[in-house]
């Protein structure tokens, strides 16, 4: 019995109609930025044909998360210039993704969302200070913003099933993390469907996939050299830890180890500045996710 749910979950991930292809936006941005003689002047003229998301974009562009200690931008062609083309690349996904899936009623998606940007600007933030690797630190911020997205996409495909299981099991009370009941209830876990789902439909960046499939793995040890997908779980628990929690939770206490700042080799202060950054951030973001 056990095998056939796994089996018929992972059949739906690759042949459900209900789950949402690649926003056409992005579909055309990434061709783009594939392409070596994609100019800053092509992307911008692809945003443009938006005018919702540029007006988004601009707004996104001088918060506090892009836009600090900069001069304010009014128009789209000058936020396209200061983010650069993988940075606007990222807000893209950021704005348009969570109009993609059906809403749940099962959970709050908007706090879904805003749980996955903090996350997203957290591990770009740490990325950039403890990552060399060039590919890391490119799929630092998409890493973070697709770490969960298996839990909307089990929400779509079994929508019964996992609605019941979100709101009958009584979550909330259980000391096991949400990713182990999942695997006891229907025999694979959300990092799992959601690694699927984005090589199958969206074919993100290896690294994306491979980072949201082991999110919940090894911590950073000090000493040891750190990988992306330990960037994004530490980020998630840092998220967790302040005022971006995840609507899905159960009574698990997912509290980073000791010494993890050392680990990362970050002091602090630094970590108080990320943090303090994210929420100044995210209260823009929010505005946008609540509006779209």
Known sequence: MG???????????????????????????????DDPDCEVEDVYRLIQTDPVLSGRLITLANSALFGTGREETRNLQDAV?????????????????????????AFD????????MAVAFITRSLAKKTLSNLDDLESSFLA????????????NIIPQEYFNF????????SDKPLELIEEEEFKIAHPEVGTEFMKKWW??????????LTHHGKRPVKGEPLTLSQVVSISNCIANMNEFAHPVTTAFEDSPEEGYLD???ISQEELD????????????????????
């Open 3 to 33: 095998a056939t749910v796994r089996e018929r979950i992972l059949e739906l991930v690759r042949t459900n109609a209900n789950l949402p292809p690649l926003p056409e936006i992005l579909f055309g941005l990434q061709k783009l930025m």
């Open 81 to 105: 210039v200061r983010l650069g083309m993988k940075q606007v690349m990222d807000l893209v996904y950021a704005l348009e993704l969570p109009k993609t899936f059906k809403k749940s009623k």
């Open 109 to 116: 998606q908007i706090e879904f969302w805003k749980h996955s």
């Open 144 to 155: 973070g913003l697709m770490h969960d997205v298996g839990i909307l996409v089990l929400d």
């Open 166 to 173: 979100l709101t009958l099991k009584d979550l909330s009370s």
């Open 203 to 212: 074919s993100l960046p290896p690294k994306v996939a491979s980072a949201a």
């Open 263 to 265: 680990a990362l080799e």
């Open 273 to 292: 500045v990320v943090v303090d950054t994210t929420v100044i951030g995210l209260m823009a973001a929010e505005t946008l996710l609540r509006s779209s």
